[in-house]
């Protein structure tokens, strides 16, 4: 059934013509989604509707779960978008960063200075302001990896890495190897979260970076580390290997006996005193890793042996 028109001017004109999922400005652009669609017993009512743009609404209409990629919009997930975008509307003036998606709030003075800006105003930043963003999203990310907030640490440096990849070099943001070293950390942030909450999703963005371990050497090189994969390395080569075993769909890409050989390989690196950046801590991760890993593969593939570890 049809919006009635007193309530999709309701819902535009607290969106303010804004796309409320990807929050563009989308002028007459805009659809209004039932959040429970009308054969499933949703209404034609304000607390059913969300103003989308062209491509969000098709987006959030399609969805095979015979053949599931990715995760499906839920009607839940939609109303937070809806209120998040109402709420931006009705605050103090700010500047939207489309980049990070989130409202930078301005003070008495800056308003006065610009009176004519209502939020949100999407800017495009320069090169020089860029670069300081990316740097703050790079401290930001570490700051929460460091206190275990792996789902915010993954935001910024998701964030940093687009805002770096947005400009038109990379050269400023490879000063230190600062580029570098940020792909590292979020390849980590997707291996924790993965193996923590069993999110396939988490796995397959960290697939996407393509670490193994020549690329993540090649990575320290281009950063200007000294010397080569440490303890610390050799711990997220062999989380990365147990999660592929993990996702039935990616251990079937090479036999399960290579897959245990390198698991393997890497707990004695893990395990090795010499190893650069040995530290207690990580091989205790390291062995209880493992320890669920020989569970899961006892469990599914009863035939194949496990070796022991060599002492």
Same mark, same amino acid.
């Given at each position: 059934?049809?919006?009635?028109?007193a309530v999709k001017?309701?819902?535009?004109?607290?969106?303010? !013509?804004?796309?409320?999922?990807?929050? =563009?400005?989308?002028?007459?652009?805009?659809?209004?989604?039932?959040?429970?669609?009308?054969a499933d017993g *949703?209404?034609?009512?304000?607390?059913? *509707?969300?103003? %989308?743009?062209? @491509?969000?609404?098709?987006?959030?209409?399609?969805?095979?779960?015979?053949?599931?990629?990715?995760?499906?919009?839920?009607?839940?997930?939609?109303?937070?978008?809806?209120?998040?975008?109402? $709420?931006?509307?009705?605050? #103090? #003036?700010?500047?939207?960063? +489309?980049?990070?998606?989130?409202?930078?709030?301005?003070?008495?003075?800056?308003?006065?200075?610009?009176? @004519?800006?209502?939020? /949100?105003?999407?800017?495009?930043?320069?090169?020089?302001?860029?670069? +300081? $963003?990316?740097?703050?999203?790079?401290?930001?990310?570490?700051?929460?990896?460091?206190? *275990?907030?792996? =789902?915010? +640490?993954?935001?910024?440096?998701?964030?940093?890495?687009?805002? &770096?990849?947005?400009?038109?070099?990379?050269?400023?943001?490879?000063?230190?190897?600062?580029?570098?070293?940020?792909?590292?950390? %979020?390849?980590?942030?997707?291996?924790?979260?993965?193996?923590?909450?069993?999110? #396939?999703?988490?796995?397959? =963005?960290?697939?996407?970076?393509?670490?193994?371990?020549? &690329?993540?050497?090649?990575?320290?090189?281009?950063?200007?580390?000294?010397?080569?994969?440490?303890?610390?390395?050799?711990?997220?080569? %062999?989380?990365?290997?147990?999660?592929?075993?993990? @996702?039935?769909?990616?251990?079937?890409?090479?036999?399960?006996?290579?897959?245990?050989? !390198?698991?393997?390989?890497?707990?004695?690196?893990?395990?090795? /005193?010499?190893?650069?950046?040995?530290? /207690?801590?990580?091989?205790?991760?390291?062995?209880?890793?493992?320890?669920?890993?020989?569970?899961?593969?006892?469990?599914?593939?009863?035939?194949?042996?496990?070796?022991?570890?060599? $002492?």
């Amino acid at each position: 059934m049809e919006f009635p028109a007193a309530v999709k001017v309701e819902l535009l004109f607290r969106c303010g !013509r804004h796309c409320c999922i990807c929050r =563009r400005s989308c002028g007459r652009r805009m659809e209004i989604h039932h959040i429970i669609q009308d054969a499933d017993g *949703g209404h034609a009512t304000l607390d059913n *509707g969300i103003p %989308l743009c062209y @491509d969000c609404h098709d987006d959030v209409g399609h969805y095979n779960t015979r053949h599931p990629r990715g995760n499906k919009f839920t009607p839940e997930e939609l109303r937070k978008h809806r209120e998040r975008a109402f $709420r931006l509307m009705e605050q #103090p #003036p700010g500047v939207y960063d +489309a980049v990070a998606g989130e409202l930078i709030m301005m003070s008495d003075v800056s308003r006065r200075a610009l009176e @004519d800006v209502r939020p /949100p105003r999407v800017i495009d930043l320069h090169h020089e302001a860029r670069v +300081a $963003r990316y740097l703050s999203y790079v401290v930001r990310g570490c700051e929460e990896q460091g206190g *275990g907030r792996l =789902r915010d +640490a993954i935001r910024s440096f998701e964030t940093a890495l687009g805002l &770096a990849e947005s400009d038109e070099t990379l050269r400023d943001y490879m000063i230190g190897g600062n580029y570098c070293v940020a792909k590292l950390h %979020l390849w980590e942030c997707y291996l924790d979260d993965a193996w923590n909450d069993r999110q #396939p999703e988490w796995l397959h =963005r960290a697939i996407n970076l393509g670490f193994d371990a020549d &690329a993540v050497l090649e990575e320290l090189r281009r950063s200007g580390a000294p010397g080569g994969l440490s303890c610390h390395h050799w711990y997220y080569l %062999l989380l990365q290997e147990c999660l592929f075993l993990r @996702d039935t769909g990616i251990r079937e890409r090479s036999p399960v006996e290579e897959r245990i050989d !390198r698991i393997t390989s890497f707990i004695e690196l893990v395990h090795n /005193p010499f190893c650069p950046g040995s530290d /207690p801590k990580i091989v205790k991760r390291a062995d209880d890793v493992l320890s669920v890993t020989r569970q899961e593969i006892v469990r599914d593939f009863p035939n194949v042996l496990f070796p022991e570890r060599s $002492r």
